[in-house]
């Protein structure tokens, strides 16, 4: 009987010896701990997205950021420069686009859009550079918010106003 | 199972168990405590060092806003990464397949999960192990404010990386002050289990000492009562047990003097009419030849009866003198071969017994007594053994050792063992003998009369060889006067 307590009392005594040294001493590595959202400052330029691995990348082009949409859109469609070329940006919009207009929407909801080319030849992507580069630019001026829905009106036919999916 | 039992026998000792009892508690709360405000000022020094190198960073970052070009320049990033590395850490800075880094110290230190956090647009930090030493990362994108306020990704991540051997250092300081305080209340437990066992101990201890003396026959010992506690309560019974126990050997001891003092008392009175009645028989016995028939028998009778009966009482005076302690030695230097020829001449049986009885053999020792014992001997021998009995005499520096023997059937085993016993017959068949049957616990006694120190005269009774019955007399040399002390 003494024995068996005397055991037991060993056996606890051990795990608590174990879960100190499992507590471990020093600064032990941890894993990612988040904080706040990121930091987050003012740019200068003019914004466009362009496409970097299949995915929509931001580029700032130092010059007068109040530039209108269709003046921004006009930029798009010229391509991308060779600075943003060497970094493997494309553009997935083609040739022919210009001239574009911006106008608010018939409904008011948000920005319509039109080009000069078919609506139908356009990429899924070349529609998202497209929705992102109007709303940044309209934001940009005051415009419309910077998640206004964007519809594209082409010679074929339009597609149905969507938000920037960039984040 | 086996070792467990070996185990607790070596820890079943009250000392043993109060000291792993101690020790046990005081260590598990040191552990308890110690630990646990190492942890949290561990989780305290490492949040504020975090705390301070994350605000320190997002201090810094306003600084390099507004962004003016995207994608950057490797050069920007270069230029970017030195801005943001000063002598706490380094900063590398990421835009996508680009990178700058503040120091050359590692080649890639950051880790793929805050990668993604940072990605996903948090700041975000972790500590990480490099060459051994620990490190924290602590990093964030830089987003664009759009006009009305919601950020856009940019692409480019700045990353700080910080020393924590600092932190580190402070960390070991604590652990080494939680350890030598836990080995302190150790050692204050050890001391405190040792000074409780002690305190436990010392009763018990004493409880013990008392029961062995009062095993040993001390019937007066007494327990000092300390306290009120379950010891103390042990120490209270103990003493009733004992007082009780005196009391009532001290009835049976008084009983039994009474006893013996009646059989004093009796003898005493017995001596005088005793005396008249061997006076009146020393002239029956002359007359009695003139008598005629059954009245002369009777007249022989009466006599020889009141012989006997004379020495019954004296025989049961000189016991009672050895009960009560009142039995003196008259010592004096014995030439003991002559006092044995002396006491063998005197009964008339010099002729009759082979003696060996070397001259010079000097004793001191009571020559009444060594008359008794050894005419005792050599009486029993003739009356019960078978002649020839022989009386032999030998002696060393410290004893003296006479031997009778006969060659008669010897001892029964039975009978060996309560030779000395008084009124023990022998043959129960003759309830009636010649003597009294005092004569051999008398010798015994009178032997056990004569002591020096350590060294205390015997008869013992046993068997020869050849057969016949042995009694051994041994005496001490020199024997001194202690005053009847039995």
């Known amino acids: 009987m003494t024995g068996r307590r005397t055991a037991r009392a060993l056996l606890v005594g051990v795990l608590l010896l174990g879960t100190l040294l499992a507590t471990g001493c020093g600064v032990r590595p941890s894993a990612v701990i988040t904080g706040r959202s990121a930091v987050s400052g003012p740019s200068q330029g003019v914004g466009l997205y ?3 691995q299949g995915e929509l990348v931001l580029v700032l082009r130092p010059m007068a950021p109040d530039l209108s949409p269709a003046t921004a859109l006009a930029l798009l469609a010229a391509g991308p420069q060779d600075n943003e070329r060497a970094q493997g940006l494309t553009s997935e919009l ?56 964007v519809g594209i009106v ?10 920037c999916a960039a984040r | 199972m086996t070792t467990w039992r070996g185990l607790a026998a070596q820890v079943s000792g009250l000392r ?12 598990t709360t040191t552990a308890v405590v110690a630990s646990g405000s190492y942890v949290q000022a561990r989780t305290v020094i490492l949040q504020q060092a975090q705390d301070a190198a994350v605000s320190s960073l997002t201090g810094q970052l306003p600084k390099v ?32 397949d680009m990178r700058a880094q503040g120091s050359s110290e590692f080649a890639n230190p950051l880790t793929s999960e805050l990668r993604q956090a940072v990605r996903d647009g948090r700041i975000a930090w972790q500590r990480v192990t490099l060459d051994g030493q620990p490190w924290l990362l602590i990093g964030t994108q830089l987003t664009l404010d759009r006009s009305d306020g919601t950020p856009r990704a940019s692409g480019l991540e700045v990353y700080s990386v910080r020393n924590l051997v600092a932190e580190q250092q402070s960390i070991d300081r604590l652990a080494t002050r939680a350890w030598l305080t836990g080995g302190l209340s150790l050692v204050l437990a050890v001391v405190l289990a040792l000074l409780s066992a002690r305190g436990v101990l010392r009763p018990v201890r004493d409880l013990g000492r008392a029961a062995r003396r009062l095993g040993e026959g001390d019937l007066t010992t007494r327990l000092t009562v300390r306290g009120v506690d379950e010891l103390a309560d042990v120490a209270r019974t103990f003493n009733d047990t004992a007082s009780t126990l005196e009391r009532q050997v001290g009835e049976l001891r008084r009983m039994e003097s009474d006893a013996r003092r009646f059989v004093a008392d009796v003898s005493h009175e017995l001596r005088t009419p005793l005396a008249a009645m061997t006076a009146v028989t020393d002239v029956l016995d002359e007359e009695a030849d003139h008598l005629p028939g059954d009245a002369g028998r009777a007249a022989r009778l009466v006599s020889q009866e009141t012989q006997n009966l004379t020495q019954l009482v004296n025989d049961l005076i000189e016991v009672s003198r050895f009960d009560s302690g009142t039995a003196r030695l008259a010592l004096d230097d014995v030439d003991v071969a002559a006092a044995v020829t002396a006491t063998l001449r005197i009964r008339g049986w010099l002729d009759r017994v082979r003696t060996d009885l070397p001259p010079g053999v000097v004793a001191r020792l009571d020559p009444r007594r060594l008359d008794v014992i050894v005419a005792n001997l ?12 022989s009386v032999r005499l030998s002696a060393d520096p410290d004893w003296v050792t006479i031997e009778v023997a006969d060659q008669g059937p010897g001892l029964d085993p039975e009978v060996l063992s309560h030779v000395f016993d008084r009124f023990y017959k022998a043959d129960t068949a003759r309830t009636r003998s010649e003597g009294s049957g005092l004569g051999l616990a008398i010798s015994w006694e009178n032997a056990r009369l004569h002591r020096h120190g350590e060294r205390r005269g015997a008869l013992v009774a046993g068997n020869g060889v050849d057969g016949g019955a042995v009694f051994t007399l041994r005496l001490p040399r020199d024997t001194t006067d202690t005053a009847g002390a039995r």
């Open chain 1, 50 to 52: 362009l496409i970097g």
């Open chain 1, 94 to 149: 083609p040739s022919g686009l210009d001239p574009v207009t911006v106008t608010p929407a018939a409904d008011q909801s948000g920005l319509s859009v039109r080009i000069s080319g078919p609506v139908r030849g356009l990429s899924a992507n070349a529609t998202d550079q497209i929705i992102c580069t109007v709303a940044d630019a309209a934001a940009q001026v005051g415009l419309a918010a910077s998640v206004v829905p």
């Open chain 1, 154 to 163: 082409g010679s074929d036919g339009a597609q149905p106003a969507r938000r």
């Open chain 2, 16 to 27: 043993v168990r109060l000291l792993l009892a101690f020790a046990l508690l005081g260590v």
């Open chain 2, 65 to 96: 806003y507004p962004i003016a070009q995207l994608p950057p320049t490797q050069d920007d990033l270069d230029l970017l990464a030195q801005r943001l590395s000063d002598r706490e850490g380094f900063a590398v800075v990421v835009y996508r």
């Open chain 2, 378 to 389: 050599v009486g029993n021998a003739f009356r019960h053994g078978a002649g020839p009995v």
